[in-house]
């Protein structure tokens, strides 16, 4: 069974940084597109980010852009999402997910796979 595992999530003030990792077992990783996906309480799921199987490619949520960096090592069947100059908006549980395609897609319908999910809290 396909697994994602996720880690680094935890608490930090408004303006640090953290870093999360997802990594993937079971799973042809180097083919298929990895993504970001958080979750508020009382929202719904959204679209973070996402790279292309090779790395070459990558997007980012208008929200996020300029301050989060998706990047994969596919030696290591892993994925990351450095999140820098964090803010309160911020806080939310955080999923990686893997594509059935190598570019990928912003949509959730687009990934089969999810981790657990990893805890961010940004305080004010």
């Known amino acids: 069974q396909v697994q994602l595992v996720e880690s680094g999530g935890g608490l930090v003030q408004a303006g640090g940084s953290l870093r999360l990792s997802c990594a993937a077992s079971?799973?042809?990783?180097?083919?298929?597109?990895m993504g970001w996906f958080r979750q508020a309480p009382g929202k719904e799921r959204e679209f973070v980010a996402i790279?292309?199987?090779?790395?070459?490619?990558?997007y980012y949520a208008d929200n996020v852009k300029g301050r989060f960096t998706i990047s994969r090592d596919n030696a290591k069947n892993t994925v990351y999402l450095q999140m820098n100059n964090l803010k309160p908006e911020d806080t939310a549980v955080y999923y990686c997910?893997?594509?059935?395609?190598?570019?990928?897609?912003?949509?959730?319908?687009?990934?089969?796979?999810w981790g657990q999910g990893t805890q961010v809290t940004v305080s004010s």
């Open positions: 997910a893997a594509g059935n395609t190598p570019l990928g897609t912003t949509s959730r319908t687009g990934y089969p796979y």
């Open positions: 079971r799973l042809i990783f180097s083919i298929r597109a």
């Open positions: 790279i292309s199987a090779n790395g070459a490619t990558t």
